[in-house]
């Protein structure tokens, strides 16, 4: 290897950058911090020194996937739409990340990832800002509700679109199937 392949500039972003692209092709419990180096360009024991082992290579790309998936929510909550058309273009967004980038959308919510119940400290205000969108969206179309009929508005709200993702992803439902069920399912909500 030369030495260029063992100094390398950034390599925080470099290894970071060739795991996410090896995501984009391959389960992450494929994912090997070797195969991270080779990618990157860099000597096989680089990756130790960023991510320590291979579970938290695994962490980190659950988490830069679950940003992806925020600011995609956000981006559509910032849009002001109407409360019914919100709620909807979230589900779609959501079933569309799942269905654009399978293994993202499977780090996320890989439970020997990102247990449940114990995310890491980037992990967790993710997945509170995820819940909060989806609260605002169903508090949106439900003003009268009471507290625990929205919880549970938005429990089914989430759920809906997840299993939808999830039968897409692996091929149970086409991508048509998925926003028609999930369009059918938001006209029915609240």
């Known amino acids: 290897m030369s030495r260029s392949s063992y100094h390398h500039g950034d390599l925080a972003h470099a290894l970071e950058a060739a795991a996410m692209a090896l995501l984009a092709e391959q389960p992450a419990a494929s994912i090997s911090l070797r195969e991270v180096a080779r990618r990157a360009g860099v000597s096989h024991n680089a990756p130790y020194h960023h991510f320590g082992d291979r579970t938290q290579l695994l962490k980190v790309l659950a988490e830069r996937s679950m940003a992806d998936l925020v600011a995609g929510q956000r981006a559509i909550e910032e849009k002001g739409l109407e409360p019914r058309e919100q709620a909807l273009r979230l589900g779609l967004d959501y079933i569309d990340f799942a269905l654009e980038r399978p293994h993202a ?9 990102c247990v449940p119940g114990s995310p890491t400290a980037t992990m ?10 989806l609260y605002r969206a169903a508090r949106a179309m439900m003003r009268e509700a009471g507290e625990r009929e929205l919880q549970a508005r938005v429990a089914s709200l989430w759920g809906i679109a997840h299993g939808l993702a999830e039968l897409g992803r692996a091929g149970h ?8 069920a999930l369009t059918d399912a938001v006209e029915h909500l609240g």
């Open 105 to 113: 959308f499977a780090a996320i919510y890989d439970p020997t990832i």
């Open 124 to 133: 967790a205000p993710l997945i509170e800002e995820q819940e909060q969108i």
């Open 173 to 180: 439902l086409s991508p048509e199937a998925c926003r028609a």
